[in-house]
């Protein structure tokens, strides 16, 4: 069986589970890679203004012959458009390169505490405004640390329903998570192998062996078991199916422990450090 289970969201939404991640994919080369991973099986996409690649996301989809409806598709606002006009300018060009006239998911993609004099505020009350028009039917943020999510919490009216955050065995980020789980937001573990670099250690390679799994599906396998949301990256045929392979096995509690003990904490992070990040592309 490989039923992808859902995930009920604090706005009685529901996302699946795990879902196809479009980072770095080239834009020429995204329709093919969304229509295929769409042939296997995935029924959920990540794709970002940052990635340039919405527009192949949506012909993906198109060209696929699954109905949109059965999709679960989002995108996230770009860090030079948090200001209030230009976040709704860069969310209706997005609809537009998708080709579609909702998102299931928009997420504001970095806080940039830095910069904006620090206001991400206002920018989650467009992201508001977006949800009330219906044409985003979730919204949500990215690389939200827990003081960012305490503001949003004193001073507005939505609670994000998902953060996206970097979460892998050698950074499994458990303080923003426990935050999310206490206050009903969703954690979405974004590069959840750490792009490959988890996949070598000796601790992951011996439970695969056992079980006659590939590491990339022991590690993925265990976010699903801690209840994250998951959307793995390949534009490689056979692990786009490797990877969507994980609802016909367990892992034990043995298995479990030995990848939670991988944790190094702040220094497992691969990706930028979310109070400092300050990148406009
Ligand atoms: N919100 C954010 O700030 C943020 C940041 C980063 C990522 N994300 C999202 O999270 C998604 C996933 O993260 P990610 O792309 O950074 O990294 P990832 O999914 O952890 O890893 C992708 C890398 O691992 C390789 N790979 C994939 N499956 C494999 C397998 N079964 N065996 C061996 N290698 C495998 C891929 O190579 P090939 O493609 O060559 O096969 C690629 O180099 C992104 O696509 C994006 O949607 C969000």
Known sequence: MNTVPTIELNDGHTIPQLGFGVFQVAPAETA?????????????????????????????????????????????????LHRP?????????TLAMLGFDYVDLFL???????????????????????????????????????????????????????????????????????YGAAHGIATQAWSPIAQGEVLGDPAITAIAERLGRSPAQVVLRWHIQRGNIVFPKSVTPARIRENFELFDFELEPDDVEALDAL???????????????????
């Open 32 to 80: 093919d890679a969304v229509r295929r991973a769409l042939e296997i099986g995935y029924r959920h996409i990540d794709t970002a203004e940052m990635y340039g690649n919405e527009k192949g996301v949506g012909e993906g989809i198109r060209a696929s012959g699954v109905d949109r409806a059965d999709v679960y598709v989002t995108s996230k606002l770009d860090n030079g």
């Open 85 to 93: 006009d230009d976040a709704r300018r860069a969310f209706e060009r």
């Open 108 to 178: 504001i993609h970095w806080p940039l505490p830095m910069l904006y004099d620090g206001d991400y505020v206002s920018t989650w009350q467009t992201l508001e405004q977006f949800r009330r028009d219906g044409r985003a039917r979730s919204i949500g943020v990215s690389n939200f640390q827990v003081e960012h999510l305490e503001r949003l919490a004193a001073e507005t009216d939505v609670v994000p329903a998902v953060n996206q955050i970097e979460s892998h065995p050698y950074f499994r980020n458990d303080e923003v998570r426990a």
């Open 263 to 281: 944790d190094r904490g702040e220094a497992g992070r691969g990706g930028p450090n979310p109070d400092t990040f300050a990148y406009v592309p």
